[in-house]
């Protein structure tokens, strides 16, 4: 029997939510795992020595998340990177923008209906000054992106892969599993997420809305797109933008709004608001996306700490 | 750090700092060098580094082309050059369907299509997001104007039609 | 002799290809983008940059050396599942 351990470090714990995705299959998953650690389930407080595979969701956020992971990749054979958080630093890596100061004030001293004003320190461990994604601290044998990955790819991807043979599957955009019919648009204008009502059967990104359907990663089956809801970019970036050192999301997302509309690119940029968290809410903490020499990531950090 | 035993001027030395193997990251930080080069050149003298690195393509071509045999038939000299270039400069000549010959005649000019597959300015432009058909381009432009005069003693312009990711297409303008 | 196939499930019909490709080898029929002239392409992938869903695949084409593409993203997508 293999050991199987789970651990959520700074997460919302959906992606272990999850993993009971793959319904019946949990059975055949039992047949050949013994989980020996996992904080949702168990209370076993510390990870033992020879495990096989460990699945890690959330982020590196604060110091006992980066321990909890150090021990973990030594203590594994395999360590699966599991969901955004995982992969790109999720929501957790907006917090680069902010200064360590400026959060806890913010949540503990600040607030309106705070009465007591005082930062809590007994037993809680301390904040890193950012977040971290798993994949820039250790080394991780696979990365399964998706917020959280959708049950039917689960199903597809989860044993065969506990097994050792990794399953083949489509690795395109958002734009290839939607619906709608993309073409030429005259007279764009950006419109904020509550403006207006989306028409039926044609493209998001023509209607105005900041759809980033076709920069993202896809195996979700387009779900947000067809009920009316502009991707917001959940599955991390697409392949293909990932891949070339001089595509980034932001100048993909601006060279296809020009396509489509023959507008110039200073107008576009003009309409683009908010960029940190209509465009790179999911990659912020990613030193991937941060260290290409076009990304925006290390401008919106220099503007917000001046 | 690893200390060298013993150096002597005469002999070669078999061990050095770093691994021979180093040579993906050395390539990737000559590419970085050399695509900053040239954007803060185009920053300071803007239509003058067009000239500057057309010059120094210019040079290279002569430099290539000076021991070929010497002929007037312009296809045959691109066939050889293209062999010898080799490697990380590959072109071919492209004829579009429904032409007989290589050399086209259109609106009073008389060209040559040719495209472009591998490059080494392709590949160190996108390294550091440039985009192409910016001055770093102009040096295949004198390469090729370069070699040609070299061999057939003509001077012609090379223009760029479209740039790809995989590959790009020119126009070899003969007078 | 190149093949192209474009995955007409996936194809959203917006008709970038058709505008982008120097030697008109695509065009927009029934919504989709079909494949009319492909002894005229030049194998250049434009068409694959300028996709929004990935839908164009080339067969046997020269494939020009690209030692580009950074180290580390590189050893990520081996890893991708």
Excluded at chain 1, 225 to 250: A, F, K
Excluded at chain 2, 28 to 50: D, F, P, Q, W
């Amino acid at each position: 029997m293999l050991k199987l351990a789970t651990e959520p470090l700074a997460s919302c714990a959906g992606c272990h939510m999850s993993l009971l995705d793959i319904h019946e299959d949990i059975l055949e998953l039992l047949k050949k795992v013994e989980l020996v650690y996992s904080p949702v389930l168990m209370d076993v407080k510390e990870p033992p020595e020879g495990i096989d595979i460990a699945i890690v969701g959330g982020a590196v956020r604060n110091k006992e998340n980066m321990e909890k992971l150090k021990k973990l990749r030594q203590r594994s054979k395999i360590v699966i990177a599991f969901g955004t958080c995982a992969c790109y630093g999720g929501i957790s890596g907006l917090s680069i923008v902010h200064s360590r100061d400026e959060i806890l004030n913010g949540v503990y001293t600040d607030s309106p209906t705070t009465v007591s004003k005082t930062l809590p320190s007994v037993d809680v461990p301390e904040l890193l000054y950012r977040g971290y994604a798993v994949g820039d601290v250790i080394k991780v044998d696979y990365y399964i992106t998706g917020c959280p990955p959708k049950e039917v790819f689960l199903r597809k991807i989860l044993l065969p892969l506990i097994d050792g043979h990794v399953p083949e599957l489509s690795k395109k955009s958002v734009c290839s599993e939607c619906d709608r019919q993309m073409g030429q648009v005259k007279n764009w204008k950006v419109k904020r997420r509550g403006e207006g009502v989306p028409e039926e059967k044609t493209c998001l990104l023509g209607q105005g809305y900041i759809c980033l359907g076709s920069v993202t990663f896809g195996r979700c089956g387009a779900l947000c797109t067809h009920h009316g809801i502009p991707c917001h970019g959940c599955g991390g970036p697409s392949l293909d933008v990932l891949r070339e050192p001089s595509r980034d999301i932001y100048n993909t997302l601006v060279t296809r709004i020009q396509h489509l509309t023959e507008l110039p690119q200073q107008e576009i940029e003009k309409e683009l608001y908010d960029v940190t968290h209509t465009i790179y809410p999911f990659v912020m903490g990613s030193k991937i996306m941060e260290n290409k020499s076009v990304s925006k990531i290390p401008d919106i950090i220099k503007e917000r700490h001046l | 750090m690893s200390q060298a035993s013993i150096v002597r001027p005469e002999e070669l030395p078999l061990q050095c700092e770093g691994n021979v193997t180093d040579y993906e990251e050395a390539l990737h930080g000559l590419m970085v060098l050399n695509a900053t080069i040239i954007r803060s050149l185009e920053e300071i003298a803007r239509g003058g580094s067009n000239a500057v690195v057309y010059r120094a393509g210019m040079k290279m071509g002569h430099e290539t082309a000076k021991y070929f045999p010497k002929t007037d038939n312009v296809e045959k000299a691109l066939k050889e050059l293209s062999d010898i270039l080799g490697r990380q400069y590959n072109f071919e000549l492209y004829k579009p369907k429904g032409k007989d010959s290589y050399i086209i005649t259109e609106n009073g000019e008389t060209f040559i299509y040719l495209v472009f597959r591998d490059c080494l300015v392709r590949q160190t432009l996108r390294r550091e997001g440039m985009s192409q058909k910016g001055p770093l381009c102009q040096s295949l432009y004198g390469y090729m104007v370069g070699a040609v005069e070299e061999i057939t003693g003509k001077r012609g312009k090379l223009e760029i039609v479209h740039v790809g990711p995989n590959t790009c297409l020119k126009k070899l303008i003969l007078r | 002799m190149v093949k192209i196939i474009v995955d007409k499930d996936v194809c959203i019909g917006c008709g970038l290809c058709a505008h982008d490709c120097p030697m008109k080898v695509y065009e927009i029929r029934d919504g989709r983008s079909t494949v009319v002239n492909p002894d005229d392409c030049m194998q250049c992938l434009s068409c694959h940059e300028i996709c929004p869903s990935n839908a164009i695949e080339h067969q046997d084409i020269y494939l020009s050396r690209r030692l580009y593409v950074d180290l580390e993203v590189c050893s990520m997508l081996r890893r991708f599942v």
